[in-house]
């Protein structure tokens, strides 16, 4: 279990609702710090010394609290970042990961999703907007 006991209402479905989204975000979030390491380990970085760095990077909660209100608003407005902009990001470590000759099906799988965002209009719009791109799947 990854959190506590947490009372979230009458609808005993929304707990269950709950629960499945942060297993996927934590399987997903686990998924792409053992890809980064594999990536470090290509090129001689061990976890150790990778570690300081993996866990400063993994820590999102400025990300999240900065976004969270702006996807309630419908703030998409690329602002302070762009789609495209993370397109550009993906690449390269698309990239470094094919040249260290680690699989790169998981940096690649979050670029279709950029790119999906960057064809549906949004390319100049903030990450955020995949939010709908995700939903209309």
């Known amino acids: 279990m990854l959190t506590g006991i ?3 209402g009458e609808d005993q479905g929304l707990a269950a609702l709950y629960y ?6 934590f399987w997903t ?3 792409g710090y053992l890809h980064g390491q594999a990536v470090a380990e290509a090129n001689g970085i061990s976890a150790e010394d990778f570690l300081p760095h993996a866990v400063k990077t993994m820590d999102l909660r400025y990300f999240l609290e900065f976004y969270a209100p702006r996807i309630t608003a419908g703030h998409h407005e690329g602002d302070v970042d762009r ?10 470590v698309l990239h470094t990961t094919q040249a ?3 699989d790169g099906s998981l940096p690649a799988a979050v670029l279709k999703i950029f790119r999906q965002g960057v064809t549906a209009g949004h390319g100049q719009d903030s990450l955020t907007s995949l939010v ?3 939903k209309r799947r």
């Open 6 to 8: 947490e009372y979230l």
């Open 83 to 92: 789609i495209s902009m993370g397109v550009a990001s993906l690449e390269h």
């Open 100 to 102: 260290s000759g680690v």
């Open 20 to 25: 499945q989204i942060g297993i996927g975000m």
């Open 29 to 31: 979030a686990l998924a």
């Open 132 to 134: 709908g791109v995700l």
